[in-house]
C-alpha cells in the first residue's frame, strides 16, 4: 500500500499554496504549522514573512485566509493575535485519514519508506571477550537496537557491527595462564551455559590477573605470548578461539534475556582489523596525517590540547610497535566505508569516549576517508544511575552485573503481573513477567535523551502510573479486552460523525506517527518515538474515560469507536516494537 499523506501535511500544502497566491513576490514561503492547545494547527509563518516583504501581518493574514481552499479537509481558519492562524479540521477529515492508516494491511500504518535509502553502519552492544557484562553495556545495546529497528523500518540499508574487545594485551595473560594451568579449563563450550561460561572466564581472569601481578618470570612469558598471538602463531589463536567461543556464549544468553537478536556475522570485534593495522599506519604516515613523535606515531590538532597547554595527540601506533584502538577505529572506518560502501557511520558510544573519537573522525577526514559523500557520527549516551544520583554500583562499590540486573527487573515485573492478573497461568505470568520487566528496562532508558545520564530505579520503572513501559503495555492490554468484549461487533470507520473533543484529540496525535517516526530516526532519537507513544497512552485513558465504547449511543459510534480503540493499539504495538518492546494481549 502506497504511503499515507497525514493532515498535517495535507494542511500545509494548503496553507503554503494559499500564502504563494498572497503575496506571489515571495515565492515558496513556510507557514510554520504545528500543533496547538487553541485550535488542531496553529501557523506561525506569516509573521516572519510580514517583517521581510514590510507588510502589516494581520492584513496579510486575512488575505492568506481568503485564498485557502478548505474542501473536506479544512473546517475554519482564524486569524489570531498579530497574524497567527488557528486551523481547524473537519471531523470527516480526521476519521477517513485514520481510516486510510488503518486499511495498510502492511503493518506500516502508512509509513513510507525512504525514496532513496543509503547504508548506514551502526556499531552497537560492544561487550569485551573475558569480561561479564555490567550496567555500563546496557545503553549501548538498548539505544543500538532501537535505532536500527527505526532505520530499517524507514527503508535504510542497515549493516550491524559489534565491535567486540577481543584483542590486546590482557589475552596474552590469559593465554599463558591456561597453556601452563590446562585443567581450569576443560569442559566443552557447547555444553554449559553463558553464565557458567563466563563465570569459569571470570575465574581464570582473575586467577591470571594475581599471578601476572606478583610472578615477574610469569609476566614476561605472558607478554612474550602478546606477540605470538599478534604473529598469528597457531596453538596461540586456537587458546584465543577458545575465550572467544566461550564468551559468545554468555554474549548470546544476555542479549537473548534482552529479547534482543545479535547474528553472529555482525560480530566483528577489534580482532577482525589486525591485517589492516600495518597499511593504516603506512597510509597515515606516508599522507603526512601522522607523524612520529618520540617513536610512536601520532596525529596531532590544533584545538585539543592537555591541562599543560601542550597537544594531546592520538597515538596511532605505540612507541614499542604495539597498535593502540585508534589503529583498529582508523582501520574499522577504512573497511565500512570502501568495502561496506557506507554513507553513515553510527557509533553507539559512551559519552566519556567523545574525544576519542574526535580526533579519529578528523583523522579520517585528513586521510579523505571521511568526505562529503560519508558521515561519521557518534550517538553518545550519559551514565547510569542509581537512585542517589551516582554511578550505579553494588553495595559493595563493585560494578553491577547486567545478568543481575536483568533478573531482579522481572522478578519486579513479575510480582506486578501477579497481582493484576486474570485467568492467567503461572506459565502466562512468568512471560509477561519477562515481556513487561525487559520492557521495562529497556522504557527508562529510551525515554530519556541519549545523551543524560538517568537513575535507575526499578520501583518507578515497574509501575503503573507515570511515563513507563509498563503504562503502554497496560493500555494496549485494555484495548484487546474491549476489542475481545465486542465480541462479532468489529471496528469500522464512519467519516459521517461529528468526533467528541477527546475522540479528535486521540485520532489526530495517531495520524502523527508516520512523522514522529521518521523524526527520530533521521534524528537518531528513540526518545521522541517514546514520548509520542506515552502521549498516545494519556490521549487513549482521557478518551477511555469520556467516550464510552461498548455503551456508546448508537451501533455506528460502537464500531467508530472500536475502530478508534484499534488504530490505538496498531500504533502502540508497531511503536513498541520499534523500540524493542513487547506488548502482551492480556496483563
Not at 596525517?289 to 596525529?299: D, F, I, N
Not at 517516526?517 to 514520548?531: D, F, G, I
Request: aromatic share 8%.
Amino acid at each position: 500500500m502506497a504511503s499515507v499523506t497525514s493532515l498535517s501535511d495535507s494542511v500545509h500544502q494548503r496553507l503554503a499554496a494559499a500564502l504563494s497566491a498572497a503575496l506571489p513576490q515571495a515565492g515558496s514561503a513556510d507557514p510554520l504549522l504545528r500543533r496547538s492547545d487553541r485550535a488542531d494547527f496553529q501557523a506561525n509563518g506569516i509573521l516572519a514573512l510580514a517583517k521581510k516583504e514590510k507588510a502589516n501581518p494581520r492584513e496579510l493574514a486575512t488575505q492568506v485566509v481568503s485564498q485557502v481552499e478548505s474542501g473536506e479537509l479544512i473546517k475554519d481558519v482564524e486569524v489570531s493575535g498579530p497574524g497567527f492562524l488557528n486551523i481547524t479540521l473537519t471531523d470527516r477529515a480526521i476519521t477517513r485519514n485514520l481510516a486510510a492508516r488503518y486499511a495498510d494491511d502492511t503493518g506500516r500504518l502508512g509509513v513510507p519508506r525512504a525514496e532513496q535509502p543509503g547504508t548506514t553502519v551502526i556499531d552497537y552492544a560492544q561487550p569485551n571477550v573475558a569480561k561479564e557484562m555490567h550496567v555500563g553495556h546496557l545503553r549501548s545495546a538498548v539505544i543500538g537496537d532501537a535505532v536500527v529497528q527505526l532505520l530499517e523500518f524507514t527503508g535504510e540499508h542497515v549493516v550491524r557491527r559489534h565491535h567486540i574487545g577481543d584483542w590486546g594485551t590482557q589475552f596474552g595473560m590469559l593465554i599463558q595462564y591456561l597453556e601452563e594451568h590446562p585443567h581450569e579449563l576443560d569442559h566443552k563450550a557447547d555444553e554449559v551455559s553463558g553464565e557458567e561460561a563466563m563465570s569459569n572466564l571470570d575465574r581464570l581472569y582473575k586467577a591470571a590477573r594475581k599471578l601476572f601481578d606478583a610472578d615477574e618470570e610469569f609476566k614476561t612469558r605472558a607478554r612474550r605470548r602478546v606477540v605470538d598471538l599478534q604473529a598469528g602463531d597457531p596453538r596461540t589463536l586456537a587458546m584465543w578461539q577458545k575465550f572467544v567461543d566461550e564468551s559468545k556464549i554468555y554474549f548470546f544468553s544476555v542479549f537473548e534475556k534482552l529479547d534482543m537478536e545479535i547474528r553472529d556475522a555482525d560480530i566483528v570485534g577489534e580482532s577482525g582489523y589486525n591485517d589492516m593495522l600495518a597499511e593504516t599506519c603506512r597510509l597515515l604516515e606516508e599522507s603526512g596525517v601522522a607523524v612520529r613523535s618520540e617513536g610512536a606515531l601520532c596525529v596531532f590538532f590544533d584545538d585539543i590540547k592537555g591541562p599543560d597547554g601542550n597537544p594531546v595527540p592520538l597515538i596511532v601506533q605505540k612507541s614499542d610497535g604495539g597498535y593502540g584502538y585508534a589503529a583498529t577505529d582508523l582501520s574499522a572506518i577504512r573497511d565500512r566505508v570502501f568495502q561496506l560502501k557506507a554513507n553513515t557511520l553510527l557509533y553507539v558510544v559512551d559519552a566519556r569516549q567523545s574525544l576519542h573519537f574526535k580526533m579519529v573522525f578528523e583523522t579520517a577526514r585528513r586521510a579523505g576517508w571521511l568526505n562529503d559523500d560519508v558521515e561519521a557520527v557518534q550517538l553518545a549516551f550519559g551514565t547510569v544511575l542509581g537512585k542517589d544520583g551516582k554511578p550505579f554500583k553494588t553495595r559493595e562499590g563493585e560494578t553491577v552485573r547486567l545478568v543481575d540486573l536483568l533478573d531482579e527487573a522481572i522478578d519486579r515485573a513479575s510480582a506486578v503481573v501477579r497481582e493484576k492478573a486474570q485467568d492467567l497461568s503461572e506459565a502466562e505470568i512468568t512471560e509477561r513477567g519477562t515481556q513487561v520487566g525487559i520492557g521495562a528496562v529497556k522504557y527508562a532508558d529510551l525515554s530519556t535523551s541519549a545523551n543524560r545520564d538517568y537513575k535507575f530505579d526499578l520501583d518507578q520503572m515497574v509501575s503503573l502510573n507515570g511515563d513507563t513501559s509498563v503504562y503502554l503495555q497496560y493500555a494496549y492490554a485494555r484495548i484487546q479486552s474491549i476489542l475481545r468484549k465486542a465480541g462479532a461487533t468489529r471496528p469500522a470507520a464512519h467519516p459521517e460523525l461529528e468526533l467528541h473533543e477527546a475522540e479528535r484529540a486521540l485520532g489526530l496525535h495517531a495520524d502523527s506517527f508516520a512523522a514522529t517516526v521518521a523524526e527520530a530516526a533521521s534524528e537518531y532519537a528513540p526518545h521522541k518515538l517514546a514520548a509520542y507513544l506515552f502521549q498516545l497512552a494519556s490521549l487513549y485513558t482521557t478518551f477511555y474515560d469520556k467516550c464510552p465504547v461498548l455503551k456508546a449511543e448508537t451501533p455506528e459510534q460502537i464500531e467508530n469507536r472500536l475502530f478508534l480503540c484499534d488504530v490505538t493499539a496498531r500504533t502502540l504495538h508497531r511503536g513498541m516494537e520499534l523500540l524493542g518492546i513487547r506488548t502482551p494481549e492480556r496483563l
